[in-house]
C-alpha cells in the first residue's frame, strides 16, 4: 500500500510525534497518582530513560508505543514505504527495551509496561482493570509485569 501523502509531509508529520508526556503516559500518570503513588519522571540516570519512577517501590514503569516497539497487537501495522528503515528501526527499538530491562533488573529495579493497546483501541482495558493491576504488582514483589490489550 503506497502512503497517502508525499514524503516531506510525511517527515513532518513524524518527526511531530513526541517521545515523552504521550496521552497514554499521562493517562497512566493520572491514573497513579489518582491511586496515591507518588512518582518522578523520565530519570535520565536509570538505563532507557523511564517514563515513570518509584522509588519507594524500587520500580519503573515504561509506557510502551505499539508502532514504536513492535507490539503484536491491532495497533501496529508494518508500514508499506520504506520497509527495511522501519524493520531495523523497530528491531532497534525493541532491542533497546529488552537491554534496558536487563540494566533495570541487574540494577534491582522492579519494571512494568504498560503498552499502549492496554489504554486505547478495541482491545482496551477497563480504568478499573488497569488500577488494580498496577497496584497488585507495585504492591508485590514481583520483579516483571506487562499489561498488553485484551486478546481480541
Same mark, same amino acid.
Given at each position: $500500500?503506497?502512503?497517502?501523502?508525499?514524503?516531506?509531509?510525511? %517527515?513532518? =508529520? $513524524?518527526?511531530?510525534?513526541?517521545?515523552?508526556?504521550? !496521552?497514554?503516559?499521562?493517562?497512566?500518570?493520572? =491514573? #497513579?497518582? /489518582? #491511586?496515591?503513588?507518588?512518582?518522578? @519522571?523520565?530519570? *535520565?540516570? &536509570?538505563?532507557?530513560?523511564?517514563?515513570?519512577? #518509584?522509588?519507594?517501590?524500587?520500580?519503573?514503569?515504561?509506557?510502551? *508505543?505499539?508502532? +514504536?516497539?513492535?507490539?503484536?497487537?491491532? @495497533?501496529?501495522? $508494518?508500514?508499506?514505504?520504506n520497509? !527495511?528503515? +522501519?524493520?531495523?528501526?523497530?528491531?532497534?527499538?525493541?532491542?533497546?527495551?529488552?537491554?534496558?530491562? !536487563?540494566?533495570?533488573? %541487574? @540494577?534491582?529495579?522492579?519494571?512494568?509496561?504498560i503498552?499502549?493497546?492496554? &489504554?486505547?483501541?478495541?482491545?482496551?482495558?477497563? %480504568?478499573?482493570? &488497569?488500577?488494580?493491576?498496577m497496584?497488585?504488582? #507495585?504492591? /508485590?514483589?514481583?520483579?516483571?509485569?506487562?499489561?498488553?490489550?485484551? /486478546?481480541?
Amino acid at each position: $500500500m503506497t502512503d497517502v501523502v508525499d514524503p516531506a509531509t510525511r %517527515s513532518r =508529520m $513524524m518527526s511531530g510525534i513526541r517521545g515523552k508526556n504521550t !496521552s497514554p503516559e499521562f493517562a497512566v500518570r493520572k =491514573m #497513579l497518582h /489518582s #491511586l496515591g503513588f507518588r512518582y518522578r @519522571l523520565h530519570v *535520565g540516570a &536509570l538505563p532507557g530513560r523511564p517514563d515513570i519512577v #518509584l522509588p519507594k517501590y524500587g520500580a519503573v514503569v515504561f509506557v510502551n *508505543g505499539c508502532f +514504536w516497539h513492535g507490539h503484536d497487537c491491532h @495497533l501496529f501495522r $508494518m508500514p508499506g514505504s520504506n520497509v !527495511s528503515f +522501519w524493520r531495523k528501526k523497530i528491531r532497534r527499538n525493541k532491542a533497546n527495551d529488552e537491554l534496558h530491562v !536487563s540494566q533495570l533488573r %541487574s @540494577l534491582n529495579w522492579r519494571v512494568l509496561s504498560i503498552w499502549e493497546c492496554a &489504554l486505547k483501541g478495541r482491545t482496551r482495558r477497563s %480504568s478499573r482493570y &488497569l488500577e488494580f493491576a498496577m497496584t497488585r504488582w #507495585l504492591k /508485590s514483589h514481583s520483579r516483571y509485569r506487562e499489561i498488553c490489550g485484551t /486478546s481480541e
